[in-house]
């Protein structure tokens, strides 16, 4: 139960602090609208939350990410400065098939 506690706050600072996190979280208000909306299947639901929780579960270890590197090495520094972008474009992948999750999902739909 501990662990589950830290996981809610972990999840609350995310969602109060990280401009990111929010705009994720928006965009998957906005989807879940429109799923109930278009009346999705059940395997376009699962499809469409396991996208949601891969972006914002990525973007949250991107924040980890970047915080524990801006901890260790507050100044630039070119392994840094690579261990931020790696971890962005892990986010970015994940963005990408988001995106295309969607599109199958939605543009038939239209």
Not at 11 to 18: D, G, I, R, T, W
Not at 42 to 53: H, K, L, P, R, T
Request: some cysteine; glycine content about 8%; overall charge negative.
């Amino acid at each position: 139960f501990k662990s589950i506690g830290f996981a809610l706050k972990g999840a609350y600072l995310l969602l109060k602090n990280e401009a990111s996190i929010q705009v994720q979280a928006v965009i998957a208000i906005l989807v879940t609208i429109a799923g109930f909306y278009f009346d999705i299947s059940a395997n376009e639901w699962m499809m469409q939350f396991f996208a949601i929780g891969l972006v914002m579960s990525l973007e949250g270890m991107n924040t980890a990410a970047e915080e524990i590197a801006n901890f260790v090495h507050p100044d630039f520094h070119s392994k840094i400065g690579y261990i931020k972008d790696v971890s962005a474009g892990a986010v970015f992948f994940a963005a990408l098939t988001a995106i295309v999750i969607g599109c199958f999902i939605y543009i038939p739909k239209f």
